[in-house]
C-alpha cells in the first residue's frame, strides 16, 4: 500500500485513552495473542543480555533445543523449570554437547521467560569467545541471550515503553512508525557485518520489556500502522530508503542536526527544526550548579588528570550557542578538551539531561541550565504529544513529516 492508501487509515481511527496498567495483559500461561500482518514481516534480533555469567531461563511451556552450530536437536520437554544457564568451557549448562549457539524454540508463543520478563518469539543462546593474535578462538565463560522475534510483535512492547500510552493516538502511531522505520535502518547496517543480533532491549537503542509491556491498545496501534515507514531520497539516491529516524524524550524548543550530535553526513530529515509543542514536559528547563572544585574532581575521575581548580568552561562547535558539539575545561594546572557525550556522562545524564545547554560562571560556582532530555535529533516524543492534543490536533503524518523533513510515508508490508 503506497502512503496515500495508509494516510485515511491514521486519521479516521480512534481509540479511547486507557491508564497505564489496566490494559496490559493479565496473564502469560497460555498463548500470546496474535495479531498483525502474516506474510513479509522481518524477524528482529533483540539481545536480552550481552556477555553475562549467567542468564535467569524457564519455559512455560513444551519446547524443542537444537544445536544452532550442527542443526540438530538436543533435547525436548514439558517445560523447562526456572534456571541460571550458563557457558563454562564451551559448553552451556542446559547441554552437555559442546556447542557455542544454542537455539530454544517455545511451542507455545510467549512462554518463553527470561528474568522476569516473558517474550515472545524464539531465544538463541551464544557463548563468547575471544580470538588470538593467531585468529584461534577460544571459549570464555558468558553468554548472550537474543530474542527473535516477529517486529510487529516486539514494537506492540516497544511503543508502551517509549511513550505514554494515555498520549493521543497519533503521537503513538507516529511513534510505531519511527521505531519501526529504526529498527529496520539498524537491521540493515547490522546485515553488512556478523554480529548475531540487530539491537538491545535497552534506551542504547529502543526499550523494549516483551509480552508482559504490550497492551490491547498497543497492539491496535500497530495493526493500525502495520509495514508502514518513513523513506527519504537525498540528492544522490536514486530511490527513497530507510533511514534512522532517531527520537528522544523532549528538544526543549529545538532539536539538532543528526551530523551535529552523531557526526557522518547531513541529512536534510534529520536536521534542526524548531519546536513548540513540548513545553509541557516535566524537563523542557533544567538547572543545576556545581563547585569549582567538585567539577574538578569530576574531570580527574573521568579522565584520569588532575586539571587543578577550573577557572573556565569553554563550549565549541557549529551549534555552540545551543549545542556545542566539544568543550574545554581550563584549569590552574592545565586543560582538557572533552566531546559532549563524554562530558554529559562524566557530570551524569541524569543531571546533565541533553547537550542543550548553556554555562555562566557564578564564584566558586558554574551554573548550567539545560534544555530537554536526550540527544535532540528527530522526534520529540514530548512535541509530538503536543502537535495530537487540542488545540492542534495534527495528525500522526503531519508530526512526522514535522520532524523528519522531506521524509514520505510508504507501507512496506
Not at 282 to 294: G, K, M, R
Request: net charge neutral; hydrophobic share 35%; with cysteine.
Amino acid at each position: 500500500m503506497g502512503r496515500a492508501a495508509f494516510l485515511p487509515t491514521l486519521s479516521i481511527l480512534c481509540l479511547c485513552a486507557a491508564c497505564g496498567s489496566c490494559d496490559r495483559l493479565e496473564s502469560s500461561s497460555g498463548p500470546a495473542p496474535d495479531f498483525g500482518p502474516a506474510e513479509g514481516v522481518p524477524t528482529i534480533r533483540v539481545a536480552l543480555r550481552r556477555n553475562a555469567e549467567s542468564v535467569t531461563l524457564a519455559i512455560e511451556g513444551p519446547y524443542t533445543i537444537t544445536d544452532g552450530d550442527a542443526s540438530r536437536m538436543l533435547s525436548q520437554g514439558a517445560f523447562l523449570a526456572r534456571d541460571e544457564v550458563t557457558y563454562k568451557s564451551g559448553k552451556f549448562s542446559l547441554t552437555p554437547i559442546r556447542t557455542r549457539h544454542l537455539i530454544i524454540t517455545p511451542k507455545i508463543n510467549g512462554s518463553i521467560v527470561v528474568g522476569d520478563k516473558h517474550y515472545r518469539g524464539v531465544l538463541h543462546l551464544w557463548g563468547a569467545r575471544e580470538k588470538d593474535k593467531d585468529g584461534k578462538y577460544t571459549p570464555l565463560d558468558r553468554l548472550s541471550a537474543v530474542n527473535h522475534v516477529n517486529l510487529e510483535h516486539y514494537l506492540a512492547s516497544v511503543v508502551p515503553a517509549e511513550m505514554k500510552m494515555s498520549w493521543p493516538e497519533a503521537a503513538l502511531q507516529a511513534q510505531a512508525v519511527a521505531a519501526r522505520t529504526y529498527a529496520l535502518w539498524r537491521m540493515e547496517q547490522v546485515a553488512k557485518g556478523n554480529r548475531t543480533w540487530d539491537l538491545t532491549s535497552g534506551a542504547d537503542s529502543q526499550v523494549y520489556a516483551g509480552l508482559d509491556r504490550e497492551t490491547e491498545k498497543s497492539r491496535k496501534i500497530i495493526i493500525d500502522t502495520a509495514g508502514t515507514v518513513l523513506l527519504f531520497k537525498d540528492l544522490n539516491d536514486k530511490e527513497p530508503s530507510i533511514f534512522p529516524a532517531y527520537y528522544h524524550s523532549t528538544c526543549g524548543g529545538d532539536t539538532a542536526d543528526a551530523h551535529v550530535v552523531f557526526g557522518g553526513r547531513e541529512m536534510p530529515c534529520l536536521t534542526s527544526v524548531t519546536c513548540a509543542y513540548c513545553t509541557d514536559s516535566p524537563v523542557y528547563e533544567w538547572t543545576f550548579a556545581l563547585s569549582q572544585n567538585d567539577l574538578a574532581e569530576i574531570i580527574k575521575k573521568a579522565g584520569g588528570k588532575d586539571i587543578g581548580k577550573i577557572v573556565e568552561i569553554e563550549c565549541i562547535g557549529p551549534e555552540a550557542a545551543q549545542r556545542p558539539r566539544q568543550v574545554i575545561l581550563k584549569g590552574s594546572e592545565l586543560q582538557v578538551r572533552f566531546s559532549i557525550g563524554d562530558f554529559r556522562r562524566a557530570v551524569g545524564t541524569r543531571r546533565m539531561k541533553s547537550s542543550f545547554f548553556t554555562i555562566e560562571k557564578t564564584g566558586d560556582y558554574f551554573k548550567i541550565t539545560g534544555h530537554g532530555w536526550g540527544h535532540g535529533v528527530g522526534m520529540c516524543q514530548w512535541g509530538a504529544a503536543g502537535m495530537a492534543a487540542e488545540p492542534f490536533c495534527f495528525s500522526a503524518q503531519e508530526i512526522l513529516q514535522h520532524y523528519y523533513q522531506g521524509a514520505q510515508l510508504q507501507r512496506l508490508y
